[in-house]
């Protein structure tokens, strides 16, 4: 209970948002390129991040990598504010595994 007035304070101070390349952009390059569609047809590792029951539906042992390089641009007031870009390589391991009638998949991602 002492703590119940810091605990509010903390709550109403207004705290900076700020938007992750994962929400902006996307995982992967095949998400990236199906235009964020991912949520539906997660089929590789992106799946960690979008829709991890969808990770059952893989078939076997799957390796993922890949690179992603993006330079947005943003003009306001006829001057560039520069953006930073967004460079990294994708790695991801799933193995789904049946047992005992039950898919259970286990996999890794990286950034």
Known sequence: MKY???LLIALLVPWPAMANPFDAYGVGS???ALGGAGTAS???SSANYYNPAALTKVAGLRLDLGYSYIQP???MNNGNLEVD???GVYTGVTLPKKILEQTLAVSLSFF
């Open 85 to 87: 870009r967004i460079s």
């Open 42 to 44: 997660s089929k590789d």
């Open 73 to 75: 641009e943003l003009f």
């Open 4 to 6: 119940l007035p810091l």
């Open 30 to 32: 095949r998400t990236i």
